[in-house]
């Protein structure tokens, strides 16, 4: 069964700091995504990674930036955190031309 | 005008109701559609794919109606368990690296 595993459930945060969200797959998928998901919007993309440290932006990338250093991690960084950027965060994994795999989500909070 | 739209309901329904969602797209061009189903504060999980010939898994049958754009899932026999948002998923071209998702429609079954 794939395991796609997100760092923290809960995460609360203040204004400016620098925030890190760990993601980790354990079926040695290439792909990668990051979303976020607010009510009424459904799930935007931030930034996806289709190989190793190759990343590409989603439809909101502004604000943030990723890593992947390794195959089985993905990282998404909030540079300095503000308030708009509380919401659900979303990881997934997917191998190339299957449907994608979720982590649990981490529910970020900034103040 | 949003890529991927739904009623966001809730539909409300007695237990062993069927119920049917649709859902639009606006990019003629989408090559790939699924359903995903979400529980509350729960990660997407993928329900079915759905394929241009239509497809039936058990009670819920998802049909593709491209040149009206549209989605469908049916779910027939509505059980309590089926609660939940259901979320419309388009595929952009170049397949899975891109998933586009609609808001979602709730789903809410009564005894």
């Known amino acids: 069964d794939v395991k796609v595993t997100q760092s923290s459930r809960y995460l609360v945060k203040r204004t400016g700091e620098k925030v890190f969200l760990e993601c980790v797959q354990d079926?040695?998928?290439?792909?990668m995504f990051w979303y976020r998901q607010d009510p009424g919007l459904g799930l935007r993309l931030i930034y996806f990674?289709?190989?190793?440290?190759?990343?590409e932006k989603g439809d909101i990338p502004e604000g943030y930036s990723v890593s992947r250093e390794k195959k089985e991690r993905f990282s998404l960084i909030l540079e300095s955190a503000s308030t708009n950027q509380t919401s659900m965060y979303l990881c997934?994994?997917?191998?190339?031309?299957?449907?994608?795999?979720f982590g649990d989500g981490t529910r970020l909070s900034i103040l | 005008r949003k890529e991927v739209e739904q009623d966001p309901g809730p539909f409300n329904v007695p237990e062993g109701a069927t119920v049917a969602f649709n859902c639009t797209y606006s990019?003629?061009?989408?090559?790939?559609f699924f359903w995903y189903r979400q529980d509350c504060r729960k990660e997407p999980k993928l329900l079915m794919s759905?394929?241009?010939s239509g497809n039936e898994d058990g009670r819920f049958t998802a049909q593709l109606n491209r040149a009206s754009q549209y989605i469908s899932l049916l779910i027939r026999d509505s059980k309590l368990s089926d609660s939940a948002t259901y979320l419309c998923v388009v595929a952009s071209l170049g397949g899975y690296n891109k998933l586009i998702f609609g808001a979602g429609t709730r789903l809410a079954v009564h005894p």
């Open positions: 079926m040695d998928h290439e792909n």
């Open positions: 997934a994994s997917s191998p190339s031309g299957e449907p994608q795999h």
């Open positions: 759905v394929y241009s």
């Open positions: 990019n003629s061009a989408s090559q790939s």
């Open positions: 990674s289709y190989d190793v440290k190759m990343k």
